[in-house]
């Protein structure tokens, strides 16, 4: 399900084209790993923003982005300024506050913002905010769109047919933390916030 989020999500919403330069949020994680590894497929230049030193090397190492952030350590803001002079065309945003407001400071002319998931405000939903420099979307003449995989479950077929032939020629990596048992559900589930999980969260029945 996460990479078929992360299908729709970058080539329909994202709309990539080769050249230009797409920012991920939550990047190591299930979703945005493998929006990162369809934009490098796509000829993007892409900057992963991710928790941790780990989850940065893996970004860099494993995965081939050209750049990772690591927003626990270092000013988001500061650092795309350097991995990314030339402005951001397309973020794929899976965690929204501080983080899209960095991210859309320096989006370029016609940027796309796809709004995949705002995961760092699940923990108080009634109190859920918006990006305060929204104006930039004016500036910018940008596009902000949300979307959910349900949109696009007519063409699942389309792109597991695409999901299998990148992993195949190991153009697409997944990696999968797996706990085991129904008991271990409570922990699991904290780990999405902690950002304790290293990839796709499963658990083992
Ligand atoms: N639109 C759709 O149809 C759709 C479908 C599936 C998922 N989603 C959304 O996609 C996003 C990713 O889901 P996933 O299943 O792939 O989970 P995931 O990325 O594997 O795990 C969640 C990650 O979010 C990061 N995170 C948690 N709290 C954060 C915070 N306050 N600030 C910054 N980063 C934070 C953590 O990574 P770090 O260690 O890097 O902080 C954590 O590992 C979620 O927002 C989810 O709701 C949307």
């Known amino acids: 399900m996460t990479a078929f989020t992360a299908y729709f999500g970058l080539l329909d919403v994202g709309k990539p084209k080769a050249g ?3 920012v991920v949020s939550a990047a190591a994680g299930a979703v945005g790993a493998v929006v ?3 934009a490098k497929i796509q000829g993007c230049k892409v900057i992963g923003i991710a928790g941790g030193p780990e989850k940065c090397g893996y970004l860099r190492n494993e995965l081939g982005v050209d750049a990772a952030i690591d927003y626990k350590s270092e000013s988001v803001a500061e650092a795309l300024k350097l991995a990314a002079p030339d ?7 899976n965690v929204g506050g501080d983080i899209l407001d960095a991210v859309l400071m320096q989006i370029n002319r016609h940027a796309r913002i796809v709004v995949c998931g705002g995961i ?9 905010r918006g990006p305060a420099n929204y104006l930039q979307i004016i500036a910018q003449s940008a596009t902000m769109q949300g979307f959910t995989m349900r949109d696009y479950l007519a063409r699942i077929p389309e792109a597991f047919m695409s999901l299998m032939t990148w992993q195949r020629k190991g153009e697409l990596k997944v990696r999968e933390h797996v706990l085991h048992g129904i008991d271990s559900f409570p922990r699991a589930f904290q780990m999405l916030f902690t950002g304790e999980n290293q990839g796709k969260l499963v658990i083992d029945l």
Not at 87 to 93: A, E, L, Q
Not at 120 to 128: F, K, L, P, R
């Open 120 to 128: 760092s405000q699940y923990t108080d939903i009634e109190h859920a």
């Open 36 to 38: 990162c590894q369809i």
């Open 87 to 93: 402005g951001v065309d397309i973020f794929f945003d």
């Open 20 to 22: 230009q330069t797409v």
